[in-house]
């Protein structure tokens, strides 16, 4: 069976506590291990905060969530309206970052990658950027 949500906040820091935890108790139907939502709140912090940080540049604007299940999958989706990522091959590079001056590690996209099972970027110039990820829970 599929169950879906949706939410929409603006994109104060703030807010990424409050994606991550509804998305975790959203998720938590699928009876996930502690790792399992452990990674799954990391990698939505991760967009999130890349939403707000980078396609705001922490003026407000909308973020989106949804977040879809189907049997033991999870897709997540972070929307934002921002300004884009010029090349999101670079962005995706480990330690890669636009805001070192905010001390901002390059790491968001490595940490998505490394504990969900798929990660898709699409971006274009300032018309936003949609991060897609998807897990599989219970792979034992």
Known sequence: MKNEMKMEFTSQP?????????????VSVLDPTVDELADIKTAVSEAVTNAIIHGYD??????????????????????DS???IEDVEKAREP?????????????????MEAFMDEVWVASAVNQGT??????RIGRT
């Not at 703030?14 to 959203?26: D, H, K, L, M, Q």
């Not at 407000?60 to 897709?75: A, L, M, R, S």
């Not at 330690?95 to 940490?111: A, H, I, Q």
Request: proline share 2%; with cysteine.
């Open 14 to 26: 703030e807010n990424e506590g409050f994606a991550r935890v509804t998305v975790g108790a959203f």
């Open 58 to 79: 922490q003026k407000e604007g909308k973020v989106w969530i949804t977040c879809v299940i189907e049997d033991q999958n999870v897709e997540i989706c972070v929307i």
């Open 82 to 84: 921002g300004k884009g």
């Open 95 to 111: 330690l890669y970052t636009t805001k070192p001056d905010l001390e901002r590690s390059g790491m968001g996209f490595t940490f």
């Open 130 to 135: 949609r991060v897609t990820m998807k897990k």
